[in-house]
């Protein structure tokens, strides 16, 4: 049986809130009601980030480790951003900043992420909002274009605005990965009432087109992304137990630390993390190792 996510053994995801302060306040935001402009870093938590994530690397030496900063936003303490990033550089961690990029093109901010722009595995993911300055999102995209990802939120009030984003970075900074994602209301519906609007559906499909991750092999049959959305995996995900590889994992400002996933189409993983293990799963619509439901039911 071949392991679709068998990329993420020994792999760990590790996020971290650096500040809760942001110069956006979005209102679809599902952190909004955690921002605050006097929670802007937290010294004695960030020491002890980068020192516990060099204990977790040391505990396997074919560990990995993805490494997100996030917030707030980032960036609104971009001093103390590059440091950990600096103190961060190893061989075995991706770091990943992830901001509005709502700043100036010419300031300080930018200039200063910038700098970092030459470290080895290195990237800023862009999370494009209405509430940003487009002019500043488009200079700051163009100037970034060889460390920078795009992340497209949708719903049916703004698909046709992200479709112009959308043909605007293919037009102007060409085959930049991006990732296309309905948004979700507080109770974790979806916004996006229609999954096959052909903008929703031609923007997914060049944005992944070649990812070979989101592909899934059910029953010796292989899915792309699309096919996934019309499939009912949520009654498979229902019938059989899925397996999830990934020891995943969010650091809040304050410390506290919880579960997290960013891979499922809507779930999430319930229990078990950080403790780095495999984590069962049921009823939850994954996309992450569906193939291995075969396996997992005849081994319950």
């Known amino acids: 049986m071949k392991h679709f996510n068998k990329r993420n ?94 700043f100036d093109p010419d300031g300080y901010v930018i200039k ?36 920078v990802e795009v992340m497209l939120l949708v719903s049916d009030e703004n698909i046709n605005r992200v479709y112009e984003q959308y043909k605007w970075i293919r037009n102007n900074i060409g085959n930049v990965l991006m990732t296309v994602e309905p948004l979700n209301t507080t109770d974790g519906s979806l916004l996006l009432s229609d999954l096959d609007n052909p903008l929703y559906v031609e923007m997914v499909m060049n944005s992944i087109e070649n990812d070979v991750d989101l592909r899934v092999t059910i029953d010796d049959v292989v899915y792309d992304y699309h096919d996934c959305i019309k499939l009912d995996l949520k009654s498979i995900s229902s019938k059989y137990y899925t397996i999830c590889k990934l020891a995943q ?43 291995l439901y075969k396996k997992l039911i005849r081994e319950r």
């Open 9 to 102: 053994e020994h792999k760990v995801l590790v996020s971290y809130d650096i500040t809760m302060a942001c110069n956006n306040r979005c209102p679809y935001c599902i952190r909004g009601h955690e921002l605050d402009q006097n929670k802007m870093v937290n010294p004695e938590i960030c020491d002890l980030v980068v020192s516990g994530i060099y204990d977790i690397l040391d505990k396997d030496k074919n560990r990995h480790m993805e490494f997100e900063l996030l917030g707030g936003d980032p960036l609104f303490v971009v001093d103390k951003t590059v440091e950990i990033i600096e103190r961060l550089q190893d061989d075995r961690i991706d770091i990943i900043v992830t901001t509005n990029l709502n």
């Open 112 to 147: 200063s992420i910038m700098e970092c722009s030459d470290i080895n595995r290195f990237t800023v993911t862009c999370s494009w909002h209405e509430s940003s300055n487009e002019d500043y999102i488009k200079r700051n995209l163009i100037q970034m274009k060889d460390i």
């Open 249 to 291: 994992f969010r650091i809040k400002w304050d410390g506290k630390i919880k579960a997290d996933c960013a891979y499922p189409l809507k779930g999430h993983i319930r229990d078990g993390l950080p403790d780095i293990k495999e984590v069962f799963c049921n009823k939850h619509r994954c996309i992450c190792d569906l193939d």
